[in-house]
């Protein structure tokens, strides 16, 4: 999943006139035509495509509500979840 987010250099809390104002300056910066670069077509497709979706209220909904959903607030508190939830249980009784 790309995060339109870090294609922008935003944070999630962004408001929609610093969506616009860094779309301005990354789609200026990598557009094909003033950056040699052989990465800039693609970096400025991916900033067209985050500005898309987060400039649209009801994507950047779904958007934040997926993007919610696949990330871990806590990997090491979900890891030790999974841990004592599925393995406990099958070690416990078991000497080797």
């Known amino acids: 999943m790309t995060d339109h987010y ?4 935003l944070d ?3 408001r929609l006139a610093d969506v616009k104002r860094a779309f301005r300056q990354k789609a200026s910066f990598w557009h094909p035509d003033k950056n040699a670069d052989p ?12 500005y898309e979706v987060l400039s649209d209220t009801e994507k950047r ?19 030790t979840d999974i841990w ?8 416990q009784g078991t000497e080797p």
């Open 6 to 9: 870090t294609a922008l250099g």
């Open 12 to 14: 999630s809390a962004a």
């Open 39 to 50: 990465q800039a077509p693609a970096r400025f497709r991916a900033v067209q495509q985050a």
């Open 61 to 79: 909904q779904a958007y934040d509500d997926n993007r919610r959903r696949n990330l871990l607030d806590s990997p090491l508190a979900t890891a």
């Open 84 to 91: 004592q939830n599925y393995f406990d249980p099958l070690t």
